[in-house]
């Protein structure tokens, strides 16, 4: 939720400063009115669009194993609501009782109107109000208050014709929850701008003869109602320049550059790295791979083009001495296709490829006196007591959403691989790719205090199995 705020909040400015700078002086009412509104429900679906662009993204067959996600979950007891986020909510209610009680009172002036009509225009007619508003297709005025009302009620009808009411109402809706973002108020300011110069252009249209002089002359004073349009709401002096300029076209390379500019905002936004996605999609399933080292890939790659019959197996172990590593180096390659030898200080990580069909991966015991081997494919995977959902039932007791993350409203997917021992414990527990932070520490706590899994087997032996979990923090809605 906070990243959707802030990619709108974002893309608004934006859209409103692209207006400021080459749309504000323009005539063409349409498009301007076009304009603030698009980019404003623009701004509102980009952040929820992902478009996915085209990425390498490395795959392989024999890998850890990964379990399903587990979504954490909070006692909604326990939830404390931060003081800045309570006073949002007070701003906020007070912004839906302030249109709630302007509805209310457009209804209360519908109530005690009267239906009449005026050179063949239907209006509500109100005893004793000051000035004349739009809403929806109601025309509401007290003729006796006006010179010339026919032409207070030409432009209050292009008000109706065109439904500025709709517009106004998207927007203040907005300043119930985006009360706090500039941009939002200064298109209001814009719109009731661009609403009036339509208006009067319509009244132009039926008699301008008289209304330009009915401009001039008008004196009434605004009437304070947000959501209805009303008749002086633009700058008298502004709206006679305009109306001499009324005819100018917007031109052509200002339409393309808006055009593009829209397009590249929008893209930066909706984008999403194919990388990411493939890890969101990995993360919803089980039994899926997480990449190894580029060299180990390639190597299994080649393999499989050169052998596309056999299937391979990659073992990685870590031996601690050289002759461990001679003894491996001499079996032949039907046995051991590959082998990737790193030093890390007094030991040597090594990772195996070998043919499923080889005795080497058969004979599970000849393979674990050269070391702590690990099984990426095995004939019957870890398994924790009880299966699945009694690990996630350990972890929805144990697991707990850390307090700075849920005040910050940090989400997000942490993934956590370990190694299932062959007496059940779990080692070498560390996030391979997570939030940072808390939350990446709460998770490893939790995997390294689980109780001892099921180990795998291969051949009816115990074998270490490696597997990553995917945990995901989310905050309920």
């Known amino acids: ?73 909070i006692e909604r007891e326990s939830i404390e609501l931060p003081w800045h986020l309570i006073l949002i909510g007070i701003i906020s209610t007070i912004f839906v009782l302030k249109l709630i009680l302007t509805l209310m009172q457009i209804y209360g002036w519908y109530l005690q109107s009267e239906t009449d009509s005026l050179d063949e225009i239907a209006i509500r007619k109100v005893s004793g109000l000051k000035n004349s508003f739009t809403f929806f297709k109601l025309i509401f005025i007290d003729p006796k208050n006006f010179e010339n009302p026919a032409d207070i009620l030409r432009h209050e009808q292009g008000h109706a014709k065109r439904l500025h009411t709709i517009d106004l109402l ?121 990449d190894y080292s580029a060299d180990v890939k390639a190597a299994l790659g080649e393999l499989k083009k ?34 990737f030898v790193n030093k890390e200080g007094d030991s040597n990580n090594v990772i195996m490829i070998v043919s499923q069909d080889s005795d080497l991966f058969s004979k599970t015991i000849e393979v674990q006196e050269l070391g702590g081997d690990v099984f990426t494919v095995v004939e019957e995977s870890a398994s924790f007591p009880g299966g699945i959902e009694a690990f996630y039932e350990y972890m929805s007791t144990d697991l707990k959403y850390p307090k700075d993350a849920y005040e910050a409203k940090k989400e997000g997917r942490v993934f956590v691989q370990f190694i299932v021992e062959t007496d059940g414990s779990l080692s070498d527990v560390h996030v391979v790719k997570g939030m940072g932070g808390s939350c990446d520490k709460e998770a490893v706590r939790v995997l390294m205090n689980s109780p001892k899994w099921v180990p795998a087997k291969v051949n009816g032996e115990n074998v270490r199995q490696k597997m990553i979990q995917n945990i995901l923090f989310k905050i309920p809605s």
């Not at 080459?22 to 603030?36: D, I, N, P, S, V």
């Not at 172990?317 to 390659?333: A, G, Q």
């Open 1 to 73: 939720m906070i990243t959707y705020i802030i990619e709108f909040s974002i893309l608004h400015l934006l859209f409103f400063g692209i207006y400021k700078v080459m749309l504000a002086k323009e005539t063409q009412l349409g498009f301007l009115r076009f304009f603030l509104v698009g980019s404003t429900i623009l701004s509102l679906i980009l952040p929820v669009i992902e478009i996915p662009t085209k990425a390498n993204i490395p795959t392989i067959d024999m890998e850890a194993v990964i379990l399903p996600v587990f979504s954490t979950a």
């Open 306 to 339: 050169n052998n596309p019959g056999v299937k391979y197996a990659v073992i990685e172990t870590t031996l601690e001495n050289e002759s461990s590593i001679e003894k491996l180096n001499s079996y032949d390659p039907g046995q051991i296709a590959k082998i």
């Open 170 to 290: 998207l927007f203040h809706t907005l300043t119930i929850f985006f009360w706090w973002l500039p941009s939002v108020w200064l298109m209001i300011k814009e719109l009731k701008i661009v609403h009036e110069y339509e208006a009067d252009n319509y009244a132009l249209k039926i008699n301008d003869t008289t209304y330009t002089k009915t401009l001039v002359q008008c004196t009434l004073k605004a009437h304070g109602m947000d959501l209805a349009s009303s008749f002086d709401d633009a700058p008298i002096f502004n709206r006679l320049n305009f109306m001499k300029k009324m005819k100018k076209k917007i031109s052509i390379w200002k339409v393309a550059s808006i055009a593009t500019l829209v397009a590249v905002s929008g893209a930066m936004f909706a984008c999403e790295d194919e990388l990411e996605s493939e890890i969101k999609r990995i993360a919803e399933e089980s039994n899926q791979q997480i």
